[in-house]
């Protein structure tokens, strides 16, 4: 029976950009629209309602792109599923795994998040999965290291 060891998405922090371009147009919702000191051109009273479901519609968006994706650890193999309604899965088996590269820049490290892409053994130097900005670096790492030794020492389970 095959065991997860681990069951992951993205990190939010990949979307940041939309978290925040969501927070300053609430912002300007509250201030904008909610301060009666500032006055606003009768136009746009009926339009006040635009920027906070612009607001709303980032969220979403960011919320779906980090559940669209997910990656799964197991004892025997690695994971990779795609999609909301349709979806799309890559299986990498732990003995066909010939390495991979961990990738971050410097803030990156000091988020602890990064890009791993790892290579099977079929001897093309294409990555065969990319895990884009996961959190946890070092747990997977560690689970990656062990299923690479196994690979070459023999000692894979099945």
């Given amino acids: 029976m095959e065991q997860v060891l681990l069951e992951f998405n993205s990190a939010r922090i990949k979307f940041f950009k939309w978290y925040f371009a969501a927070a300053v147009l609430?912002?300007?919702?509250l201030v904008v629209f909610f301060n009666p000191g500032i006055p606003?051109?009768?136009?746009?009273?009926?339009?006040?309602?635009i920027p906070s479901?612009?607001?709303?519609?980032?969220?979403?968006i960011a919320e779906i792109r980090v559940r669209s994706k997910k990656y799964i650890l197991t004892d025997s193999r690695v994971i990779e599923r795609n999609g909301i309604l349709s979806k799309e899965e890559t299986f990498l088996a732990s003995d066909r795994i010939a390495n991979y590269t961990v990738k971050q820049n410097f803030v990156e490290r000091l988020l602890g998040i990064g890009n791993i892409e790892i290579e099977s053994v079929d001897?093309?130097?294409?990555a065969e999965i990319t895990m884009e900005e996961v959190a946890g670096i070092g747990k997977i790492k560690a689970i990656?290291?062990?299923?690479?030794?196994?690979?070459r020492h023999g000692a894979h389970r099945k």
């Fill in 26 to 29: 609430a912002l300007v919702c």
């Fill in 40 to 49: 606003i051109p009768k136009l746009l009273n009926s339009y006040h309602y």
């Fill in 53 to 60: 479901l612009v607001a709303i519609v980032l969220i979403i």
């Fill in 123 to 126: 001897g093309d130097d294409a």
């Fill in 144 to 151: 990656l290291d062990q299923q690479v030794a196994g690979t």
